[in-house]
């Protein structure tokens, strides 16, 4: 029989333990446990569903949805049979708004991500400067230089937006766009990482305006398919669906892995036991690492210095504040057209890359040790972004009612991490106010502020090219494997993906 520990229970860990469950179903000789540190399962996969006399809300606290174009996460709803859970965003309403000069400015219908699939798109639009429409019109000009001239090697996202589109295009929405999802900075970003499929329409057409507009037309009349997709009871529906396939013997939570050694053939495994000083210790054949990346590189530098070295160093934290309102507070909200708004940093006098400044208040002041306000800190958009949830995905909240979240990262998502939920709070929904105008007072009991500590992995220029030495030398200890957002991918479907192929070969 062989014995696999899985360690840790966030999306890459839950996605093994069902392939490895399905497996001992059909008869596979295996007995697979599953360690988790935390008293839940889920990671960052968890939803707060908050039942009121109007109806439901859903006020997700880490993902809110998947990239469709991606189809693991689906397939693994399907299968769990989650099919009537499986809903488009708004695709209709899809826009992303930009925070410029303190208003709030429409990206061009029809992009992806930085790339418009049409120039006339650009004619009316107020984001961009006359100097940014004529550097998209040469993109598309430049094609056959831009292919010829195409890198072999790796670069920062930023050198190749700015290579195709210029530093306005970059600023205004290349970088925050990336930040939302990376929580990164750009300059250090892998494009060959974070945009693999940039990089090949790249090489195949040169232009990545004449790659869109390729794509358009093989697609012909038929309508592009929704851009995102989610489960209408929220994303921890599937964490949820996946432990209902797990038998509960096989999961012990609130056992935190702290030492992982080789005796001989099999895997010793110390783990931390609940409520008391107690630890455990069992042997097996396989590990599925799937923790956050600075406990897997902590587990792995023991084993191999030189290994744990390669996995990413640079994390970035995250902090959500979301609010919801019943219908008639949510009245005197009125918000624009759109799934939300992103804000691009700016450059400080040093070059380093700021929140906005902001006229009057909204800046998060932390609270000093004595638990008053600390010194007023610059007035800044310290916010990276924020949703209008119910604008974005269907059943979100009842009708007339709203729920908006914001979304903070970097520097102040660090400072927010030891800070109570009043000052962080106070800071989200000024700003918010800031930028939308009025919005009634948060109601307590329907607001959420979620922490989630180093939490995005940076995967930074060479990324690729380290992950590839690092599977040499996984393959080389033998009998382990890493998953989880730290190599492959950090979408929840690439997780999935990950997870369930690397099941499926362990069993092969
Ligand atoms: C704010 C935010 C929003 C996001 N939004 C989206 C989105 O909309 N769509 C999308 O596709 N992706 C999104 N992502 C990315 C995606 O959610 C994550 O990459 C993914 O959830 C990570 O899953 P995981 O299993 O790798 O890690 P986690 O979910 O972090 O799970 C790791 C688990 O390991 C446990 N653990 C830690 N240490 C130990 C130990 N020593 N022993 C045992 N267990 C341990 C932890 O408690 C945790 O449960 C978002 C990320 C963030 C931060």
Request: charged content about 20%.
């Amino acid at each position: 029989m062989k014995r696999i520990a899985i360690i840790g229970g966030g999306t890459a860990g839950l996605a093994a333990a069902y392939e490895l469950e399905k497996a001992r179903l059909r008869g596979a000789d295996i007995d697979w446990q599953l360690y988790e540190a935390s008293p839940r399962l889920g990671g960052l996969l968890s939803t707060t569903r908050i039942d009121t006399l109007e109806g439901r809300f859903i006020l997700e606290d880490g993902p809110d949805g998947w990239v469709t174009e991606k189809p693991w996460a689906r397939d693994l709803a399907l299968e769990l049979g989650l099919a009537d859970q499986i809903i488009p965003c708004h695709e209709e309403h899809r826009r992303t708004l930009i925070l410029i000069d303190g208003k709030l400015q429409p990206m061009p219908s029809r992009m992806r991500m930085m790339v418009p699939e049409d120039l006339a798109a650009l004619e009316g639009s107020t984001l961009f400067t006359d100097s940014a429409r004529a550097a998209y019109a040469a993109e598309l000009a430049n094609a056959t230089t831009l292919k010829a001239s195409a890198p072999t090697h790796d670069e920062s996202v930023a050198d190749f937006v700015l290579r195709h589109f210029g530093q306005e295009v970059l600023t205004k929405i290349g970088s925050p766009l990336l930040s939302g999802v990376f929580g990164g900075d750009v300059h250090t970003l892998s494009v060959r990482a974070v945009m693999p499929a940039f990089v090949r329409m790249e090489q195949e057409h040169g232009s990545l305006i004449a790659a869109l507009q390729a794509k358009s037309k093989e697609r012909g009349s038929r309508p592009p398919q929704p851009a995102f997709t989610s489960l209408r009871n929220g994303m921890g529906t599937l964490a949820e669906a996946l432990i209902a396939k797990l038998p509960p013997e096989r999961i012990h939570l609130q056992r935190e892995a702290y030492s992982l050694k080789r005796e001989g053939k099999l895997w010793c495994l110390r783990t931390t036991t609940p409520n008391t000083t107690a630890k455990s210790k069992r042997h097996f054949q396989h590990i599925l690492l799937a923790t956050p990346v600075c406990v897997t590189r902590h587990l792995l530098t023991p084993l191999d210095a030189a290994a744990a070295a390669l996995i990413p160093t640079e994390t970035s934290s995250a902090v959500l504040a979301a609010f919801a309102w019943p219908a008639p507070a949510a009245r005197q909200i009125h918000l624009p057209e759109g799934f939300g708004f992103l804000v691009p940093q700016t450059s400080n006098e040093a070059g380093a890359l700021v929140p906005q400044a902001m006229e009057g208040a909204g800046a998060f002041r932390p609270l000093n040790s004595d638990g008053e306000k600390g010194a007023l800190a610059p007035a800044r958009t310290t916010l990276l972004a924020a949703t209008f949830v119910d604008q974005k995905y269907p059943d979100r909240a009842p009708t007339g009612t709203r729920i908006l979240r914001a979304f903070f990262g970097g520097i102040t998502a660090e400072a927010m991490m030891t800070q109570p939920d009043e000052p962080i709070i106070a800071a989200a929904h000024e700003q918010l106010t800031h930028i939308l105008g009025p919005l009634p007072a948060p109601i307590p009991t329907m607001t959420t502020i979620r922490r989630w500590p180093n939490s995005l992995p940076q995967y930074a220029v060479g990324h690729l090219e380290r992950m590839a030495q690092l599977d040499i030398h996984i393959a080389k200890l033998g009998g382990l494997t890493l998953l989880g957002n730290g190599y492959h991918g950090v979408g929840i479907p690439d997780l999935i993906r990950d997870a369930r192929a690397t099941v499926r070969t362990l069993l092969s």
